[in-house]
């Protein structure tokens, strides 16, 4: 069973950067695309960007795309997501996992926080 675990958040301004990181435990960590999802009180989860198992190919909605880069190191099995020039309407609990069913347990998210 893959387990996630998300970090790399915090509060910070309008215009600013931070780094996310999904640590995953499993041998098949790069047997699979994975994908940055991000979700607000009273709202469903949001698909944020993929990126395919070797690292090669990478997705983003519209939102983010030119602001975000998804990354990912399977040596460390790990997958970040660099988030530059943050808006107020990024903050959220963003969760990574893999990129299509089925999803491994979610993890516990990073809070961001952007202020404006």
């Known amino acids: 069973q893959v387990q996630l675990v998300e970090s790399g958040g915090g509060l910070v301004q309008a215009g600013g950067s931070l780094r996310l990181s999904c640590a995953a435990s499993?041998?098949?960590?790069?047997?699979?695309?994975m994908a940055w999802f991000r979700q607000t009180p009273g709202k469903q989860r949001e698909f944020v960007a993929s990126?395919?198992?070797?690292?090669?190919?990478?997705y983003y909605i519209d939102s983010v795309k030119g602001r975000f880069t998804i990354s990912r190191d399977n040596a460390k099995n790990t997958v970040y997501l660099r988030m530059n020039s943050l808006k107020p309407e990024d903050t959220a609990v963003y969760y990574c996992?893999?990129?299509?069913?089925?999803?491994?347990?979610w993890g516990q998210g990073t809070q961001v926080i952007v202020s404006s």
């Open positions: 499993g041998r098949t960590f790069s047997s699979f695309a």
């Open positions: 990126i395919s198992d070797s690292g090669d190919s990478t």
């Open positions: 996992n893999r990129y299509s069913i089925p999803f491994a347990s």
